[in-house]
């Protein structure tokens, strides 16, 4: 069974930085892709940062060129380093994952944390 868990969410500052780490548990599964995610109060959840197997990356346009996706092959981990946060990325972050085991599509959830941006 394959799972997610998700840290290093909190409070930081306007302009601050915060890196979020999923990690993934299980074995015996072929990864296509993996994402974050995120959920403002009362607002849709939306794709942040998605990173696919080939190593490729994808940016929603409110965060391009302010955060960064990254995976750790090895140690079956995804990183995503938020830099010059603001108010508006305050949201609830979640790690996605998308792929495949024995023929059966996945589509993980992780519980999410919170990011919390603010004086």
């Known amino acids: 069974q394959v799972q997610l868990v998700e840290s290093g969410g909190g409070l930081v500052q306007p302009g601050g930085s915060l890196t979020l780490s999923c990690a993934t548990s299980?074995?015996?599964?072929?990864?296509?892709?993996m994402a974050w995610y995120r959920q403002p109060p009362g607002q849709q959840r939306a794709m942040v940062a998605r990173?696919?197997?080939?190593?490729?990356?994808t940016y929603g346009a409110s965060v391009k060129g302010r955060f960064t996706i990254s995976r750790d092959v090895a140690e079956n981990t995804v990183d995503l380093r938020l830099n010059s946060l603001k108010p508006e990325d305050t949201a609830v972050y979640y790690c996605?994952?998308?792929?495949?085991?024995?023929?059966?599509?996945?589509?993980?959830w992780g519980q999410g944390t919170l990011v919390t941006v603010s004086l």
């Open positions: 996605n994952l998308n792929g495949d085991y024995r023929g059966k599509y996945l589509d993980i």
């Open positions: 299980g074995t015996g599964y072929t990864v296509f892709s």
């Open positions: 990173i696919s197997s080939d190593g490729s990356a």
